[in-house]
T-cell receptor, first 120, second 117 residues
Framework: GAVVSQHPSRVICKSGTSVKIECRSLDFQATTMFWYRQFPKQSLMLMATSNEGSKATYEQGVEKDKFLINHASLTLSTLTVTSAHPEDSSFYICSARDGSGGDIAKNIQYFGAGTRLSVL | AQKVTQAQTEISVVEKEDVTLDCVYETRDTTYYLFWYKQPPSGELVFLIR??????QNEISGRYSWNFQKSTSSFNFTITASQVVDSAVYFCALSEYYMEYGNKLVFGAGTILRVKS
């Protein structure tokens, strides 16, 4: 299957700093990437959908100024948590979908390994 | 609205037992896709299977099998002769054809499977 690389896998930072998380599709072009947040023992919560070359679409309740998403190329999307606070501590997962097949609904989302963010 | 229900929060079995994870979905669409993902303790979601709404044939892959019943809106996942390495959280998800641009995946709450030796 396709490979999605997410970096870093873990980050610990002080309150007030910004953290950037990278998501790369290694062997396919991802026209769409997704960013999720997962709390302990809970399901994935979609934060935003990122399309290459356009602004991200944020889910209701997600602060776009707090979670900046950039999808500058077909293989890279970044999530920046700005001015992080302890309540932003969570597990963030990205996924990438190959949009080259017409019926995009059927296309599989391949997930990165996730980033565990701890804000002190 | 789309919804995926995994009623089993946690299941514990002893190695070599068979186990079935339930998934029930709701959708107004006639064309949709169902997925199962596995999330081991490492955190990465691993794609297991995709099924489209027009294909009700059951599928078997090694010790894994899936039963898609459109009449009951269910897409259950069975692991035969479970192994400790099967311990993980398993997510069922739904994608609709006519959803707005982006075709989001709707995930169930997940089922924690613990396989004891």
């Amino acid at each position: 299957g396709a490979v999605v690389s997410q970096h870093p896998s873990r980050v610990i930072c002080k309150s007030g700093t910004s953290v950037k998380i990278e998501c790369r599709s290694l062997d396919f072009q991802a026209t769409t990437m997704f960013w999720y947040r997962q709390f302990p023992k809970q399901s994935l919560m979609l934060m935003a959908t990122s399309n290459e070359g356009s602004k991200a679409t944020y889910e209701q309740g997600v602060e776009k100024d707090k979670f900046l998403i950039n999808h500058a190329s077909l293989t890279l999307s970044t999530l920046t948590v700005t001015s992080a606070h302890p309540e932003d501590s969570s597990f963030y997962i990205c996924s990438a979908r190959d949009g080259s097949g017409g019926d995009i609904a059927k296309n599989i989302q391949y997930f990165g390994a996730g980033t565990r963010l701890s804000v002190l | 609205a789309q919804k995926v229900t995994q009623a089993q929060t946690e299941i514990s079995v002893v190695e070599k037992e068979d186990v079935t994870l339930d998934c029930v979905y709701e959708t107004r669409d006639t064309t949709y896709y169902l997925f199962w993902y596995k999330q081991p303790p490492s955190g990465e979601l691993v794609f297991l299977i995709r099924r489209n709404s027009f294909d009700e044939q059951n599928e078997i892959s090694g010790r894994y099998s899936w039963n898609f019943q459109k009449s009951t809106s269910s897409f259950n996942f069975t692991i035969t002769a479970s192994q400790v390495v099967d311990s993980a959280v398993y997510f069922c998800a739904l994608s609709e054809y006519y959803m707005e641009y982006g075709n989001k995946l709707v995930f169930g709450a997940g089922t924690i499977l613990r396989v004891k030796s």
